[in-house]
């Protein structure tokens, strides 16, 4: 942790000032310590990271593991510099900026960013570019760990292991939130985005991403299959999702096409030709396999389905409907068939 980190974060408890109290430190960093409030409570900095997750709830406990389990087996591969570029390009189309250039135009503009659920802290790297900004990466499960490995010597980064639904931070703090993939793994997504776009200032930029609902066929197959996959030991959930993969990249070798003549309102499918696997995929049974052949990635992206005790699906009507309701005007809207993009101007 950077030590003038504790000039910006507050007890996420009670909202007080922190004192720090450092134990080891590296130059500048804190490496064990413990930020402390006058109303006593205490949170432990630990391996250069300070630690504020207070929830100890089953489904957040669950779901918090479940990430914490996946980013340590397969963190190497998801700080792949060939996944980096790939995530960086999705990201720049779904929430419209096209280009990095774009990207970092509006960047400049900022100087306090949230990235709420960094994952391994890739999405955190992509909003340092600005050196005059300061980004906070929190998250709630062990990638932090990872994602300080990795970036923690960027200057203007700070990493911390936080519940984006608890945040150490003043309201309307930050002038950027993002928070990519990862509000409907929370506890309840609708009521997550809203807490977040109170930490965002007047006239700030929030970005979110979340599952956009799938076709009935496949919602019933993800409901029936997750009833047992969110029970199962971690072991066994990698080893299902391990079969998915495997079923996914059967199908993908096939490079075969179909061709619904006309269109099944009842499945919400649409005449056309499709590529069996996507057809499977999109329409019945999520078997995720990635087209660069990456094994350990494919396994991942299934585990990341099957295995968080949640993991929400939304309409774009819903997802609308947020952002009126609090009055941040949408600036930028996209759907495909995985989630939904959005960024909302307060
Ligand atoms: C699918 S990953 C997305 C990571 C990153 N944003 C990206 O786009 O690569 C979802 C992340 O959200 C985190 N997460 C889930 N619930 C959270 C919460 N309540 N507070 C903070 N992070 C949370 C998980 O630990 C996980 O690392």
Request: aromatic share 16%; with cysteine; proline share 3%.
């Amino acid at each position: 942790m950077k030590s003038i980190l504790v000039n910006y974060v507050i007890c996420p408890e009670c909202g007080k000032d922190l004192t720090l109290k450092s134990k080891t430190t590296k130059k500048d960093e804190v490496i064990d310590g413990k930020l402390t409030c006058p109303k006593g409570h205490k949170f432990n900095i630990i391996r250069g990271i300070p630690r504020f997750v207070v929830d100890k709830t089953d489904g957040f406990v669950k779901t918090e593991d479940a990430f914490s389990s996946k980013w340590k087996k397969f963190n190497k591969s998801y700080h792949d510099k060939k996944w980096f570029l790939y995530q960086r390009n999705w990201f720049l189309d779904r929430f419209g900026w096209k280009n990095t250039q774009n990207l970092n135009k509006f960047l400049k503009t900022r100087t306090k960013i949230l990235d709420a659920g960094t994952g391994i802290g890739n999405s955190a790297k992509l909003f340092s570019s600005n050196p005059d900004a300061q980004v906070f990466a929190i998250d709630a499960s062990m990638s932090i760990e990872f994602a300080y490995k990795k970036y923690g010597a960027t200057s203007n980064i700070h990493f911390i292991q936080a519940d984006l639904r608890k945040l150490p931070f003043k309201k309307q703090f930050f002038d950027f939130v993002c928070s990519d993939q990862v509000l409907h793994h929370t506890k309840d997504t609708e009521t997550s985005f809203k807490y977040l776009t109170k930490f965002l200032q007047k006239n700030g930029l929030i970005s979110i991403y979340v599952y956009n609902k799938k076709a009935p066929m496949r919602e019933f197959a993800d409901d029936y299959i997750r009833q047992f996959t969110t029970n199962m030991t971690e072991n066994e959930c990698m080893e299902f999702s391990k079969d998915m993969a495997y079923l996914g990249k059967a199908l993908s070798k096939l490079k075969k096409k179909i061709t619904i003549p006309r269109d099944i309102p009842i499945l919400q499918i649409k005449a056309g030709t499709y590529d069996v696997q996507r057809f499977i995929y999109w329409y019945f049974l999520k078997c995720f396999w990635a087209e660069d052949d990456d094994l350990q990635r494919s396994i991942g992206v299934n585990y990341d389905w099957y295995y968080p005790k949640f993991a929400y699906r939304h309409t774009p009507d819903e997802v609308r409907k947020w952002f009126k309701d609090i009055n941040v005007s949408i600036t930028h809207f996209k759907e495909v068939e995985s989630g939904i993009s959005v960024n909302g101007k307060k």
